[in-house]
């Protein structure tokens, strides 16, 4: 059973920085996905940023792609979120999540394509 837990979360001002952390109790699915995910009020989860820690392969969603960068360190078993040009639309809680099997390129956004998550944390940015 991987353990995931987020800190890093906060407020801060549009333009401004977070870096969100997570670190996993173990990860041994290399070859398969590690993501964030953000869910607003109101809205449905969606997918941010995913990375393979194998290969360090990453995609974003075109709502944060340029601002916001996705890396893993293997070695601490710890992903990270750099989150840069903050907009008050990226307002929401952050879930890391990790995939225990492998995923198809149509369905690595989708929430339901992972099997284990952390328990969120918030980011908020005022204008």
């Known amino acids: 059973q991987v353990q995931l837990v987020e800190s890093g979360g906060g407020s801060v001002q549009a333009g401004g920085s977070l870096r969100l952390s997570c670190a996993a109790s173990?990860?041994?699915?290399?070859?398969?996905?590690m993501g964030w995910f953000r869910q607003a009020p109101g809205k449905e989860r969606e997918g941010v940023a995913i990375?393979?820690?194998?290969?360090?392969?990453?995609r974003a969603a075109d709502s944060v792609k340029g601002r916001f960068t996705i890396s893993v360190d293997n070695a601490k078993n710890t992903l990270y979120l750099q989150m840069n040009s903050l907009k008050p639309e990226d307002t929401a809680v952050y879930y890391c999540?990790?995939?225990?099997?492998?995923?198809?390129?149509?369905?690595?956004?989708?929430?339901?394509?992972?099997?284990?998550w952390g328990q969120g944390t918030q980011v908020t940015v005022s204008s």
């Open positions: 173990e990860y041994t699915y290399m070859n398969n996905y």
């Open positions: 999540a990790a995939a225990s099997a492998p995923i198809g390129y149509y369905q690595a956004f989708s929430p339901r394509s992972f099997q284990y």
């Open positions: 990375i393979r820690p194998r290969d360090g392969s990453t």
